[in-house]
């Protein structure tokens, strides 16, 4: 069907070693970014040249605005702000839907338009990861998973602090906290809109050539992820309100161990030999620790309100797998940090992460001490760590549908007169 796969393992280059990559709240990979393809081979297929052209210049216009960001990207030293983030970032999401809306015309057809074209995307931080496949399909994948890119990397702009005119710390809007949950479950709409009605589409010849990036559990795990960092979110804005009680505040560290166990599960069983996918799994990996520090500290808690004997035990052992878990997510986000690419370096703590910095350690050893001092003499009354409760998850991926084919696309108006003709003279 037409399908090229060019990647750094078969193409023999020099594969370039990502930059410095700025501050990171929100993981995202390196952008995949479109290059202009060759539309003429629609044209002996009765398509009006006005159609075509629509196709090509809603094409061209994302490629030369995906171009202005990487190379904006490229000059900036601190490229947070810019590359993944600024004002470009905007501008490239207006003509992506109606870009779809064209593409999905050429699927609309029995497939006879389907492998006529071919689609090239490469890596905007290292662009020998290279993949062109000739898939209309392939194309609409690859920009439903680019809207999602761009939706993350604008929760990552909204989420780093920011410095105030007051002189005080830098911190984070409580207007950026809201919006960013929307962005993220914007941006798992896309991705689940993907996984559920493009890639079972996909040729079998395409889905096994797919770039790893595009691969189902990877897009599985950057879903679950934004939801992930939803609930990161909302579970800290639960902190600073006073009228959130602990109750709320464990079922949503609760889900959020839920999601990122999944996506754990999801991007373990990708062969991601990359440096994106390395700094990925570290993401993960720091993210599902860090969530699990937090529903054990909530739950020994809650725990430690019951005056029993065996529930303080309970409680303690809770709060020391919690103090357990917020060590190794330290140890993780360290290793995440210095992994390449390089984040210039961690961003201030903020939100529930430095609440449970602050509060874990001294709350376990508090009640250790109250623990040890209770059963002065006795034995065998340290436990182990409790299990969690089982909370179903409240966040939920935005419902996200492919739009109908542009209304361009009617056959009989886009056959040019002579080739309808044609057509008929052979009846």
Not at 285 to 302: D, N, Q, R, S, V
Not at 362 to 390: I, Q, V
Request: aromatic content about 8%; overall charge neutral.
């Amino acid at each position: 069907m037409g399908c090229l796969v060019s990647t750094p393992s078969d193409s023999g280059g020099t594969r370039r070693r990502p930059a410095n990559v700025g501050e990171i709240v929100v993981f995202v990979p390196g952008l995949r970014i479109p290059k202009s393809s060759d539309f003429s081979p629609l044209q002996p297929e009765g398509l009006s040249s006005d159609l075509i052209q629509r196709l090509s210049a809603l094409q061209t216009g994302i490629v030369l605005l995906a171009d202005q960001e990487m190379q904006t990207a490229s000059k900036s030293k601190k490229k947070t702000a810019t590359r993944h983030g600024g004002s470009t970032q905007a501008d490239l999401q207006q003509p992506l839907q109606p870009y779809l809306s064209m593409l999905l015309g050429l699927v609309n057809d029995g497939n006879r338009l389907e492998h006529l074209v071919e689609f090239v995307w490469v890596n905007q931080e290292d662009d020998t990861e290279k993949t062109g496949m000739s898939s209309a399909w392939y194309e609409v994948l690859s920009v439903l998973h680019f809207m999602a890119m761009l939706s993350l990397s604008e929760a990552n702009a909204l989420l780093l602090p920011k410095t105030t005119t007051d002189g005080y710390q830098p911190k984070i809007s409580e207007d950026s906290k809201r919006n960013s949950v929307d962005i993220f479950l914007k941006a798992a709409g896309y991705l689940d809109c993907a996984i559920q009605n493009v890639i079972p589409r996909l040729p079998p010849d395409v889905r096994k050539n797919l770039p790893v990036d595009l691969t189902e559990e990877v897009l599985n795990a950057l879903c679950l992820q934004a939801l992930g960092q939803g609930a990161y979110i909302q579970l800290g804005m639960a902190i600073d309100s006073a009228k959130a009680t602990l109750a709320v505040k464990r079922r949503l560290a609760c889900e959020m161990v839920k999601y990122w166990q999944q996506a754990q599960e999801n991007i373990m069983n990708v062969s991601l030999a990359s440096y994106w996918g390395d700094k990925h799994r570290l993401f993960i990996k720091w993210k599902y620790a860090e969530a699990k520090a937090a529903a054990y500290y909530f739950h020994g808690l809650i725990l430690d309100e019951t005056n029993t004997e065996k529930s303080h035990a309970m409680a303690v052992a809770a709060l020391q797998a919690a103090e357990e878990f917020l060590n190794e997510s330290k140890k993780a986000s360290e290793q995440f940090s210095m992994a390449p690419p390089q984040s210039s370096r961690n961003p201030p703590l903020w939100g529930a992460t430095k609440y449970l910095y602050e509060r874990i350690p001294k709350d376990a050893s508090c009640r250790a001490r109250t623990n040890n001092e209770l059963h002065s003499g006795h034995e065998n009354f340290t436990e182990k760590a409790p299990p969690l409760p089982d909370f179903p998850v409240a966040l939920k991926p935005d419902d996200f549908s492919l739009p109908s084919p542009d209304a361009s696309w009617n056959l009989k108006g886009n056959m040019r007169k002579e080739q309808i003709g044609e057509t008929r003279s052979q009846f």
